[in-house]
């Protein structure tokens, strides 16, 4: 079972930072936050992942906090082809549970 | 990158006959593959996790004998929908970890299966 809880929905301006919330509380100390996107009718698409420091690459920034029972994604520069359905997902084992994601908009 | 390949991307089939849907990891080798399936506006449910040469692993609730899933080599996992219903018409995914770089799971483009 899906052990994140997400807002369903997001909106953001093009251009500006989009800052998706994750919360897991029941996390344990060895399990990764992953987060993926879906853009329709398509498979998901890994963005970034990590255990418990903050984490940066050429997508998206991972802000962990402290006691790992929470996380956000952050977007720096919004466009319109992010718009998609974003996972945050706790790795079980070797498999993820996909909880409901939020569907973020970007608004021109 | 890593690259996942599903065949095919959509498939129509009548009800009572048998859909097969393959899964390749086309650069890397892949010991474990999983399925999943998709509903419209709801979020993936994984089905099953497939081992190369053992029996899959089925989640709570899935059907074994509908949903049959062969692993023969380290590149090929298929899902066998049999008997098909409308009701499992819905969006099927795979995806696979790498063994050597297993930071991330490759996705599949996902199989529209619509049963008529």
């Known amino acids: 079972d899906a052990k994140t809880t997400q807002p369903p929905s997001m909106d953001c301006a093009e251009g500006r930072a989009a800052n998706l919330p994750c919360n897991h509380s029941t996390i344990s100390g060895n399990e990764y936050v992953y987060w993926y996107r879906q853009i329709h009718s398509q498979g998901p698409q890994y963005i970034i992942h990590g255990l418990k420091n903050n984490e940066t690459n050429e997508m998206a920034s991972l802000i962990i906090t402290e006691d790992r029972k929470s996380s956000t994604l952050i977007l720096p520069h919004a466009t319109l082809r992010d718009t998609a359905v974003y996972y945050c997902?706790?790795?079980?084992?070797?498999?993820?549970?996909f909880g409901t994601g939020t569907s973020l908009t970007v608004i021109p | 990158g890593a690259v996942v390949s599903q065949h095919p991307s959509r498939v129509i089939c009548k009800s009572g006959t048998s859909v097969k849907i393959e899964c390749r990891s086309l650069d890397f080798q892949a010991t474990t593959m999983f399925w999943y399936r998709q509903f419209p506006k709801q979020s993936l449910m994984l089905m099953a996790t497939s081992n190369e040469g053992s029996k899959a692993t089925y989640e709570q609730g899935v059907e074994k004998d509908k949903f049959l899933i062969n692993h023969a080599s380290l590149t090929l996992s298929t899902l066998t929908v049999t008997s098909a219903h409308p009701e499992d018409s819905s969006f099927y995914i795979c995806?696979?970890?790498?063994?050597?770089?297993?930071?991330?799971?490759?996705f599949g483009q996902g199989t529209r299966l619509t049963v008529v």
């Open positions: 997902i706790v790795l079980v084992g070797n498999q993820f549970y």
């Open positions: 995806s696979a970890w790498t063994v050597l770089r297993r930071t991330e799971a490759f």
